[in-house]
């Protein structure tokens, strides 16, 4: 969609007030906002940082293109790619080879003024993000995980790619910030600590049910006794049993439930916090397991189709074991959600690189953990206890490389230095050619387009991500786009999606007044019959110690200009005020914009009073 601001002076001293009101044209020209500070020009002034959306779809593809033996290729051109969606060519639009800087160095900003421009959050090479998953890891898996984390950084003996790292609990949360800087990556590492995963992985893989484990234990009865009395207590026990099995499977249910969505609210809050920058961003994610793939089970397109052009997809069938039984389940229940997400990732460009936190593994790890000899059935049921958790974890890898190859990246599995598949996504950088064509088919109706790559060599690996969702990028009419917000002003991390800068101000006693210079190029517009409307909802919170929300206030502008004020609106930006009581307690500023006809965020955050 194309975008919208206005430089025009908004103010509002009560919580969402819709601002409708014909704005005198010259206040449209009044950019000084009563301070030099927020000067119109740093909104505009580096154009290359910001991509402006547009009325036709830009759909971007990174390759990441290897020779034989796994080396960049470099020197290529526009001319060389040849792009296909849906087996039809697509006329190269926009072509950035690798290497390409993705931003100036960050300026100081001046004192009591905040950012999230993209160069205040990282600049320079592509930006990697290491996902440490506690929420679907055992504590021993990330143990192993950090102590693989650390040996990475150390071996990085000068500043390389940004690196960001976070954690993923109940939430996502932000170990350290962008830096380029190992030593404060270290810092970051040493002081995690791992934790207990809360939501089990699934149902119990090591051995059979406790139903079967019930009627082998009565097989034989007891010598002497009354058969009636055993056959009896054989059935109590089996049904005893039974009901266990059940409530097993319905505590796996409900983990693997729970885990989905947290999952899918991570992967939307790196959308929120990545969309904004620039280029490839390439994500680590560490993990001992994914609880969904990344293509619904209600695809509109056939298993033959999909294998064809998702050739690293196995499809697995609903009873190969109970972990996959429950995720095929999750992809039917949560299939709009998961499209939207896969949506949203693409257009983030991000690519996801899981990599296994199991490690090599035979499948035979936990047969010694069953009972030991001692066990008669243990001893008779190692076969299938090992065919389960190996057929467990085959489902989890296909899903693993099935997530990478949708979104460009590549899984790291079945290998024991996982520092190297962090190593992996970080070579990717000088392999990435980033590849961009407006699909001829303007139709978008949410259904999976799938995209070819080709390049006249003989000798080159092409990895990029496979097809998109043509989703229309407007928010869903059940989707609460109010709780993304309160979500992202949580996360110790600016959201990059919608830029701004913004300056706090004493105004009344206990009151201050902030003031919002919103990039009007990252704000969606829609035609109207005078110009182009724009709708948007801005945000400041005070929050206190423990991480509480103390004070809100909102306003929405929601309106319509023409065509010349529209056109100043690109060149210098949108100015709008809110003011708000500074409660007792408070500590922190907390902004955010919100547009409401994409549903994109912007967030950034500061002290109180700096």
């Given at each position: 969609m194309c975008t919208a601001g206005s430089a025009i002076r908004l103010t509002s001293m009560c919580s969402k007030v819709l601002i409708c009101a014909i704005l005198a044209p010259v206040l449209v020209f009044n950019t000084a906002i009563e301070t030099s500070i927020l000067s119109a020009q740093q909104v505009a002034g580096d154009s290359s940082t910001v991509t402006v959306r547009a009325n036709t779809r830009l759909v971007m593809v990174d390759v990441v293109v290897t020779d034989r033996k796994g080396q960049p290729v470099s020197g290529l051109k526009a001319d060389d790619f040849t792009l296909e969606e849906n087996g039809k060519r697509q006329k190269v639009a926009v072509f950035v080879p690798?290497?390409?800087?993705?931003?100036?160095?960050?300026?100081?900003?001046?004192?009591?003024?905040?950012?999230?421009?993209?160069?205040?959050?990282?600049?320079?090479?592509?930006?990697?993000?290491?996902?440490?998953?506690?929420?679907?890891?055992?504590?021993?898996?990330?143990?192993y995980a950090r102590s693989q984390m650390l040996k990475y950084v150390v071996a990085q003996e000068q500043a390389s790619s940004p690196m960001a790292i976070l954690t993923l609990t109940d939430r996502l949360r932000v170990l350290q910030e962008f830096t380029s800087d190992p030593q404060i990556l270290l810092a970051a590492?040493?002081?995690?600590?791992?934790?207990?995963?809360?939501?089990?992985?699934?149902?119990?893989?090591?051995?059979?049910s406790a139903t079967d484990q019930a009627l082998t234990q009565s097989v034989g009865g007891v010598p002497g006794s009354d058969p009636r009395a055993q056959v009896n207590a054989t059935r109590a026990l089996a049904a005893e049993a039974a009901l266990?099995?059940?409530?097993?499977?319905?505590?796996?249910?409900?983990?693997?439930?729970?885990?989905?969505?947290?999952?899918?609210?991570?992967?939307?809050?790196?959308?929120?916090?990545?969309?904004g920058l620039p280029g490839r961003k390439n994500v680590v994610w560490l993990t001992s397991d994914l609880p969904f793939e990344l293509i619904p089970e209600d695809r509109s397109i056939s298993d033959a189709q999909l294998m064809a052009d998702l050739p690293s997809v196995r499809q697995k069938s609903a009873d190969t074991n109970a972990v996959g039984a429950l995720a095929s389940g999750q992809r039917e229940m949560h299939s709009s959600q998961i499209r939207e997400v896969e949506s949203e990732l693409a257009s983030a460009s991000i690519a996801i690189y899981p990599v296994?936190?199991?490690?090599?593994?035979?499948?035979?790890?936990?047969?010694?953990?069953?009972?030991?000899?001692?066990?008669?059935?243990?001893?008779?049921?190692?076969?299938?206890?090992?065919?389960?958790?190996?057929?467990?974890?085959?489902?989890?890898?296909?899903?693993?490389?099935?997530?990478?190859?949708?979104?460009?990246?590549?899984?790291?599995?079945?290998?024991?230095?996982?520092?190297?598949?962090i190593a992996l996504a970080a070579s990717d950088e000088k392999?990435?050619?980033?590849?961009?064509?407006?699909?001829?088919?303007?139709?978008?109706?949410?259904?999976?387009?799938?995209?070819k790559v080709k390049i006249a060599r003989g000798d080159v690996h092409l990895r990029y991500r496979k097809g998109y969702f043509a989703i229309e990028p407007r928010p869903a009419k059940e989707h609460n786009y109010e709780q993304d917000v309160a979500a992202a002003l949580q996360v110790d991390a600016p959201?990059?999606?919608?830029?701004?800068?913004?300056?706090?101000?004493?105004?009344?006693?206990?009151?201050?007044?902030?003031?919002?210079?919103?990039?009007?190029?990252?704000?969606?517009?829609?035609?109207?019959?005078?110009?182009?409307k724009i709708s948007a909802n801005l945000y400041a919170t005070i929050w206190g110690s423990g991480d509480k929300s103390l004070a809100e206030r909102t306003i929405m502008v929601d309106k319509s200009f023409d065509s010349a004020t529209y056109l100043q609106m690109i060149e210098h930006g949108m100015t709008a005020s809110i003011e708000v009581e500074i409660p007792a307690g408070g500590k922190e500023l907390r902004l955010a914009v919100l547009d409401n006809q994409s549903g994109s965020i912007g967030t950034v955050s500061g002290a109180l009073g700096q």
């Open positions: 690798p290497e390409t800087a993705n931003g100036s160095r960050p300026t100081p900003l001046p004192a009591g003024v905040l950012s999230n421009r993209p160069e205040n959050v990282t600049s320079g090479a592509i930006p990697i993000v290491l996902v440490l998953d506690a929420a679907n890891s055992a504590f021993r898996d990330q143990a590492i040493k002081n995690y600590k791992p934790q207990e995963q809360t939501l089990r992985l699934g149902p119990t893989q090591s051995g059979p266990q099995d059940f409530m097993n499977t319905q505590v796996a249910q409900y983990a693997i439930e729970r885990r989905t969505l947290i999952t899918l609210e991570a992967m939307r809050t790196l959308c929120h916090m990545l969309g296994d936190l199991n490690g090599l593994v035979s499948g035979m790890e936990g047969s010694a953990d069953q009972g030991g000899g001692g066990n008669k059935y243990a001893d008779t049921g190692v076969s299938d206890t090992a065919t389960s958790q190996v057929s467990s974890l085959e489902a989890s890898h296909a899903t693993m490389e099935e997530v990478a190859a949708q979104t460009g990246g590549k899984a790291y599995i079945n290998q024991n230095e996982i520092k190297d598949g392999a990435s050619y980033a590849v961009g064509y407006y699909p001829e088919n303007k139709k978008w109706d949410g259904k999976l387009r799938t995209i959201a990059t999606q919608v830029i701004f800068m913004a300056q706090a101000k004493p105004s009344d006693p206990g009151k201050m007044t902030v003031v919002f210079l919103i990039d009007a190029r990252t704000l969606t517009a829609e035609d109207v019959g005078i110009g182009k």
